[in-house]
């Protein structure tokens, strides 16, 4: 056989010679299949964009049962697929046959803004379910594999638990409408049988038992692939290929924590080598290396019932942390443990877990040549032509004790910073240690056990304070000798005192309870695992006199988006002749390009073209520096280095080749002779002291200053950056056309697409086009770096005259491009008794990149003192360079860091002073302008029983020495900036009546379309189903500025009122003459009279209404003293957002703001390498954004009531970014917790200690200022 043969959507599909060893499920999905709904970002199961659901008949026999799972198809070789069963997004629900349940449930919610991680989600949950019934609990626990940047996930858990079998009845919806089971269509049919017959079919298969199938398929890129059912196989193929270039393919995950670009010439698919599946028990449990995760957390579920092997439960509840489900749905043993074997430094938790029980390895070195080693001697053994055939679980009696813990960046989907697990064999009195193993990951490639400690131990008395010093003093020395630093991992220094600590809490966790002191007690607890359900509260009130405006309703686009049927713009179809291009990067942070050689990239088949900056014919920039918008650009970047690098990976050049992958290995291929290479300068905090790398850009001086200066404080405040995320990356795709270019660019500012194309290849604006439909995300990334690409793209269409598809992968975006600001701010206070500043220095230095464009002191310049009194301010902002990439606006630029160096000024003079930070920053309340503050405090202090909630704490804190609590409230006024230009056209279709609007705002999940639609409807009185929202493009909405600011879609919307008076002007005559007639009726007789049904409008600076926002957060936190991990326990905020034109939106608009700046202070953090600037978080792998239960386990979001800003905006106020500014208010509420730790250390709560943004869990950790000494159990 050579070919393998599966279906998708019932269709049955068939590939062999003509894919690649890295054509996956997903490639093939969106570009054979033309399926594109199945959407992408990672590409290494990161961000579950991907995930489809599959059955296959291997699973069937082995469960017993028809199993239907989810898997990240960006992970899957196609010619994996054999006989399997796939379901995209598009086989669920369309137009056609009727949407699914989940589908209309997630759009009716708002669980969708871009809605390019919509289709993800629904299938990540359509397969959860298939799998079996789960609680609210679960669902929320068991969606970790997926990310969505806008929403803030609270509207997604609550679609999605509605389908739990314990959802509160009203609002439950019959899972029976899922049809969980395909065979019986019942669910409870389709729990797992418990019966003797699954025992059967669990057990080893024997080889006679499989009927053998080979695969032989001779790749396109000259791979060769087999797949084989029969382990004697492997040998034969071995023996026959060799063993000098080969891979065992199980899962195929492995790739997603060691990137892979190219695989080697041998694959052999052994998925379907039963002999490598299931398990027995003989006195050990042996389960087959072959089995994936997510069975063998089934077998150790249903073995755990065996007292000998009840401790399984705890390897269950690690495992439960291990990646996500559908990466154990495919991921196996063997192959985790062979990653771990090629890469010791992989922080793999089945490495250490076996590690801790005493596991060992069975590894068949040839037919019937086995070899069983334990742990510590497998990462030695040399594995070369060899399987790794079983793994043996050893018995234990209950004389064994067993903890594990693993500590992440965030509470779920990430990898160990350092895990650990501890297994001490005690008397039967419980006390002496007889036997004892202490295993860590995470902490270097070779250390995984704690030998000299676990020597120390055995044969004492475990429970004691002495055993448990002396054990502490002999592991601090054991770990001095072996911890190494591991980067981007935290420090050496977190992660031995991580080590330590870790080792106290599993003993404070195995301890008879009376042997506690109930002040260390709450060490023993797993913080993430004592979050319960989460729960959000919205309140608001609307007008239903003046609906479909301030109506509360979902996005036009939901439910399309929800079944993949949105188009974003590497949606377009391939066209024949299309080629792909790729960045070349470089590799040194300064220097001067001597020579590029990209001969060994263009000697490989399929590569076609290499272009440097010489190729371009005209300007070499992709920022448009005008006189229009000199306040936001002075200088043009470089699309490709001329020479002079400024930064590591700065992009030098394009390759350009027949496919996406080939374009990605031929880029590394190109190769660049430097001189003069320099060490580049790449913190702020270092930056901000050579004089001629900052510029003095604005000073704003006092207007008066106090008299009573009681204190003087100063400081240093420094947030370092942030990436967007965006899970739809930088894309554009363009073709050649008759006159010109069209390209489909992922955009924000598709005028900029424009002119910088016409500016770089010297071609007429009026020969290129720009379309975009929306955006799967943007946060100001794709404002002027999408130009950038595109720019490159359409270099490749100009020189080629073929179409050209660019996708900017997620490593690339991270490394080649500028982020979030890092910013530094110096500042000098004084205030009086209370805490009221008389006179502030404060000096913000902004870290521009390598080049100073997209203004942050413009954005900032009335930002700086937030809602407090302006009056002492002097304010004094630098702009600074530093050998990064050029930084860019992110959602809420300078205004954001702005207001956070307030906010953490504020609570420093509290602090110091030792007064209540409420009380400080009400006492500098600027009650002129921002008064609505005070009013809004009132109302959250009340509502949120703020008095009683501030005395528990302080209780908790003085009770529990391990875990604190902080509760803090932040302020915020928030002024937008500046004044935009657009287009809006309007058009009424005679027939029907129908309404088209095309305006210059481009739709990422803002809403700008469905608020168009209401105000559109709310002038015409018709039903917002007769309305349209198209596309924009350079022909119809010509010259319009940049979507952002969360101006736009205020702006469009007055753009449309404009349209609509024109229109109803020109109808008033015959509506006089006809009377009461209906819309229809009405505009079939203007078309009569041929009076015009299209009405253009441009909004520009006439029009502008900047109106303060205003905002109030109560945010309560927990922290574990002992691992640094946190959890938000509960945020009450309040915004000020005039009457809502839509509140729904607007909800989410918030709590989506609201998540994004909680991932900015807390676990987004950018790591470089200091000798060269290189971004060594540069994969999901490494870079962490919130996930569904990292954010409030009760968030409670309300509107200011009663607030209405003008007419013209029938009342409402911009929305898209105040709140992230308000995600702060997590790092106050950490800082309480700290200090109270710190209290317990013996500092005093009065001295101030700086932390660096984002407060991640090294830094929470190691400011607690914890000693081992102070680790006790009584
Ligand atoms: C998003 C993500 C998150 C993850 N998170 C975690 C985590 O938190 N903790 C953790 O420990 N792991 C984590 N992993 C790793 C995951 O567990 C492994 O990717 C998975 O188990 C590998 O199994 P596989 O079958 O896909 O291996 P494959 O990718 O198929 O193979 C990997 C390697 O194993 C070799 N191999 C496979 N089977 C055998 C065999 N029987 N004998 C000899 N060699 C063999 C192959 O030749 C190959 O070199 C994560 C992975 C991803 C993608
Ligand atoms: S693209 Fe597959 S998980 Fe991100
Ligand atoms: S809606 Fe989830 S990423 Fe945009």
């Not at 080629?579 to 050689?597: E, Q, R, S």
């Not at 003192?865 to 050998?883: A, K, L, M, Q």
Request: charged share 20%; glycine share 6%; net charge neutral.
């Amino acid at each position: 056989m050579d070919r393998v043969t599966f279906k998708i959507n019932g269709v049955k599909h068939s590939v062999g010679h003509e894919v690649s060893s890295t054509t996956t499920l997903l490639d093939y999905i969106r570009k054979v299949a033309e399926l594109r709904g199945t959407k992408y970002m990672c590409k290494e199961a990161g961000c579950g964009a991907c995930i489809v659901s599959y059955s296959r008949p291997s699973d069937d026999a082995a469960f017993g049962r028809h199993i239907v799972q989810g898997v990240n198809s960006c992970m899957v070789s196609i010619t994996s697929c054999q006989d399997w069963e796939i379901t995209t997004i598009e086989g669920i629900g369309n137009r056609l046959k009727g949407y699914h349940p989940l589908q209309v449930t997630l759009a009716k919610d708002n669980g969708t803004q871009c809605g390019y991680c919509s289709p993800g989600w629904v299938m990540a949950m359509y397969s959860l379910l298939k799998t079996k019934p789960r609680t609210m609990l679960e669902i929320e626990k068991d969606l970790s594999s997926n990310i969505c940047r806008c929403t803030g996930y609270r509207p997604i858990m609550d679609a999605f638990k509605k389908f739990g079998t314990d959802a509160p009845p009203n609002v439950m919806i019959d899972i029976e409408d899922l049809k969980i089971c395909e065979k019986t269509n019942k669910i409870s049919k389709c729990n797992r049988p418990t019966n003797s017959k699954l025992d059967k079919e669990w057990y080893l298969v024997s080889k006679d038992e499989v009927p053998n199938k080979i695969i032989q398929i001779e790749l396109h890129d000259h791979r060769l692939w087999y797949r084989v059912e029969l382990l004697i196989d492997i040998f034969n193929i071995f023996m026959e290929q060799g063993t000098n270039s080969y891979m065992l393919i199980n899962g195929n995950t492995g790739k997603g924590v060691v990137p892979l670009l190219e695989y080697p010439r041998l694959l052999i698919d052994i998925s379907c080598v039963w002999e490598l599946q299931g398990y027995y028990i003989d006195q050990n449990l042996v389960v087959g290396a072959g089995t994936t995760l997510t069975k063998v957390m089934e077998i150790f579920d249903k073995v755990s019932e065996d007292e000998y092997f009840a401790y399984l439960r705890v390897l269950n509840e690690h495992l439960e942390l291990v990646a996500h489900i559908p990466v154990k749905n495919i991921g196996t043993l063997a192959g985790n443990l062979m990653v771990k074997h090629h890469h010791p430094e992989f922080q793999s938790d089945i490495f250490l877990l076996l590690s801790t029980v005493g596991a060992e390895l069975t590894i068949l070195q040839g037919p019937g040549l086995m070899e069983v080693v334990p742990m510590h001697q497998f990462l030695q053994t040399d594995m070369t032509g060899k399987v790794l055939l079983n793994v043996l679980f050893p018995p234990l009696n209950s004389q064994y004790k067993i903890w594990t813990d693993k500590i992440m960046p965030r509470a779920q989907n990430s990898h160990a910073y350092v895990n650990c697990g501890f297994l001490y064999k005690l008397d039967r009195k419980n006390k002496e240690v007889f036997e004892c193993r202490i295993a860590y990951g995470g902490l270097s490639p070779t250390f995984t056990r704690a030998v000299r400690t676990e020597s120390y131990i055995v044969g004492r008395e475990l429970f004691t304070n002495e055993t448990l010093q002396g054990a502490l003093e002999v592991l601090s020395k054991e770990l001095d000798l072996f911890v190494v630093p591991m980067p981007p991992n935290p420090s050496v220094e977190y992660r031995k005192q991580l080590s330590l600590a870790l080792f106290y809490k599993g003993l404070l966790a195995l301890a008879p309870k009376h042997k506690v002191n109930s002040y260390y007690a709450s060490g023993a607890i797993k913080l993430h695992e004592s979050r319960g359900l989460s729960r959000g509260q919205q309140d608001f009130e609307t007008d239903p006199t003046t609906y479909p405006v301030n109506q509360p309703i979902p996005k036009l686009e939901g439910v399309l988006q929800c079944a993949g049927e949105a188009k974003y713009s590497e949606d377009v179809p391939t066209l024949p002749g299309e080629v792909y291009a790729c960045f070349v990067l470089t590799t040194v942070p300064l220097g001067k390009i001597v020579k590029i050689d990209p001969s060994k990239a263009l000697e490989r088949p399929g590569v076609i073209a290499f272009y440097s900056a010489a190729d371009i014919p005209g300007l070499n920039s992709f920022t448009p520096v005008d006189e229009k918008y000199i306040t936001l650009f002075k200088l043009n970047e470089e699309v490709l280095c001329n020479g002079d690098v400024k930064y590591y990976n700065q992009p030098l050049g394009i390759v350009v080749a027949e496919t996406e992958r080939l374009a990605q290995i031929a880029s590394k291929l190109v190769h660049v002779t430097y001189t003069d290479v320099k060490k580049p300068v790449i913190d702020i905090k270092e930056a901000k002291k050579i004089p001629s790398r900052n510029t003095l850009t604005l000073n704003i001086p006092p207007t008066r200053v106090g008299p009573n200066v009681q204190r003087v404080i100063t400081g240093e405040k420094t947030v370092y950056s942030q990436y967007h995320f965006c899970m739809e990356t930088l894309v554009c795709v363009s073709h050649p056309t008759e006159e010109g270019i069209r390209a489909y660019s992922s955009t924000q500012w598709i005028d900029s697409v424009q002119n910088m194309t016409s500016q770089s290849l010297k071609m007429d604006m009026s020969k290129i086009d720009v379309i975009i439909r929306r955006l799967g995300g943007a946060y100001g990334l794709k404002i002027t770096r999408a130009t950038q690409q595109a720019v490159a793209c359409n270099l490749v269409v100009y020189k080629l005259n073929r179409p050209c598809r660019f996708i900017q992968s997620m490593r690339t975006n991270m490394r080649a491009v500028g982020k979030r600001l890092p910013n530094s701010t110096d500042f000098e206070v004084g205030v009086n008794d209370q805490g009221v500043i008389q006179y502030i220095n404060f000096s913000i230095y902004a870290d521009n990149g390598y080049i100073y464009n997209e203004n942050f002191t413009y954005y900032g310049m009335d930002a700086y003192y937030n809602c407090y009194d302006r009056g002492p301010w002097n304010y004094t902002s630098y702009n600074t360079v530093t050998d990064t990439a050029s930084n860019t606006w992110c959602r809420s630029p300078g205004t954001l860091e702005n207001v956070v160096a307030t906010e953490m000024i504020l609570e420093q003079i509290a602090y110091e002073l030792g007064l209540d930070p409420l009380n400080v920053r009400l006492a500098n309340l600027d009650r002129a302008r921002s008064s609505a503050v005070q009013e809004m405090t009132d109302i959250i202090i009340e509502r949120s029983n703020y008095r009683e909630r501030r005395e528990s704490v302080e209780k908790f804190n003085k009770e529990n020495r391990w875990k604190k609590r902080g509760l803090r409230f932040t302020f915020l006024r928030w002024s937008p900036v500046g004044n935009q230009y657009y287009d809006v056209n309007l058009c009424v279709y005679h027939e029907d009546g129908t309404v088209c609007i095309s305006h210059g705002g481009v739709e990422m999940g803002q809403g700008i379309n469905t608020k168009a639609a209401q105000i559109c409807a709310y002038y015409f009185k018709i039903p917002i189903e007769k309305i349209q929202v198209k596309p924009n493009d350079t022909v119809i909405t010509p010259n319009c500025f940049t979507t952002g600011g969360s101006l736009t879609t205020q702006n469009t919307g007055i753009g449309v009122q404009k349209c609509c008076e024109q229109i109803l002007l020109r109808l008033a005559p015959l509506r006089a003459r006809m009377g009461d007639v209906s819309w229809e009726v009405l505009v079939r007789a203007a078309f009569t009279a041929d009076i015009d049904l299209q009405a253009h409008a441009i909004v520009n600076a006439l029009d502008t209404e900047n109106i303060d926002v205003y905002g109030v957060t109560l945010s309560e936190v927990e922290i574990d003293v002992l691992t640094g991990e946190h959890e938000i326990k509960r945020v009450d905020l309040m915004e000020d957002t005039g009457r809502s034109t839509n509140p729904d939106i607007d909800i989410g608009q918030i709590e989506g703001a609201f998540i994004m700046g909680v991932g900015y202070w807390t676990c987004e953090e950018m790591v470089y390498d200091p000798p060269t600037g290189e971004v060594l978080t540069d994969r999901t792998w490494e870079y962490h954004v919130p996930q569904a239960r990292d954010i409030p386990q009760d968030f409670r979001v309300s509107f200011r009531k009663g607030s209405y800003s003008t007419p013209r905006l029938f009342g409402a106020k911009v929305v898209g970014e105040p709140a992230t500014c308000m995600g702060v208010g997590i790092a106050l509420a950490l800082r309480e917790a700290i200090t109270a730790a710190r209290t317990d250390s013996g500092i005093s709560s009065r001295i101030w200690y700086e932390i660096d943004g984002p407060y991640t869990v090294e830094k929470i950790y190691l400011n607690c200022a914890t000693k081992k000494e102070q680790f006790k159990f009584y």
